[in-house]
């Protein structure tokens, strides 16, 4: 049984990048701790680069914000889906602002050892995923993580737009994990 924690990037409720997530939650809950972690509810700052955490006791940030909330959740956690709308090929802000501010925990004190992604986006192109998968791949190797999978669906731009059949793959990937 793994620790899943979903770090949900849409600031669109309901939207498609949530039915995917519920969907792919209620097939990971056969098996696993499933947490959704939908990051617009939580006030984390960008990281500001100041590489304090470097040299901190416990490698924490010098920003006392909702991250703190977070961290918790993902000191947990062996499994993190990544899951977003496509925003000028890449991930929403806000989840961006989380992943920057893993920069150091990643490396130090959390025991996450696969990661996966589910991705949404309003183009049919067959390049809409590449930024976005490449610099998964850079992540993947540089933190010598394991791929989870990943569900990748084109072509949903209103709320709802999403297939059944997207529902139902992303519900797989979790019932598979
Ligand atoms: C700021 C912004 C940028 C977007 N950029 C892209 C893009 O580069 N490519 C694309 O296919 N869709 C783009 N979209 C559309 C969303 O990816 C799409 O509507 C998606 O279904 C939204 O997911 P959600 O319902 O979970 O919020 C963009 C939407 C917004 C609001």
Do not use: W
Request: hydrophobic content about 40%; proline content about 3%; overall charge negative.
């Amino acid at each position: 049984m793994s620790k899943i924690v979903i770090l949900s990037g849409s600031p669109r409720k309901n939207g498609n990048t949530d039915i995917l997530v519920d969907s792919f939650a209620s097939g990971a809950k056969e098996h696993n701790d499933v947490e959704i972690v939908s990051v617009h509810d939580y006030h984390v700052n960008p990281c500001v680069g100041c590489n304090s955490c470097f040299s901190r006791e416990g490698n924490t940030c010098c920003q006392d914000d909702d991250m703190m909330t977070v961290y918790e959740k993902l000191s947990e956690a062996d499994t993190v889906i990544i899951a977003s709308p496509v925003y000028f090929y890449g991930i929403s802000a806000q989840l961006k602002a989380v992943i920057d501010r893993l920069h150091t925990p990643m490396r130090n004190s959390f025991h996450i050892k696969r990661i996966g992604l589910l991705l949404v986006g309003a183009a049919e192109l067959p390049e809409l995923f590449d930024s976005i998968i490449s610099q998964y791949n850079l992540v993947l190797r540089f933190f010598h993580l394991e791929d989870a999978g990943k569900v990748l669906m084109r072509g949903a731009r209103e709320r709802g737009d999403i297939t059944e059949k997207d529902i139902q793959k992303a519900f797989c990937f979790g019932r598979q994990l």
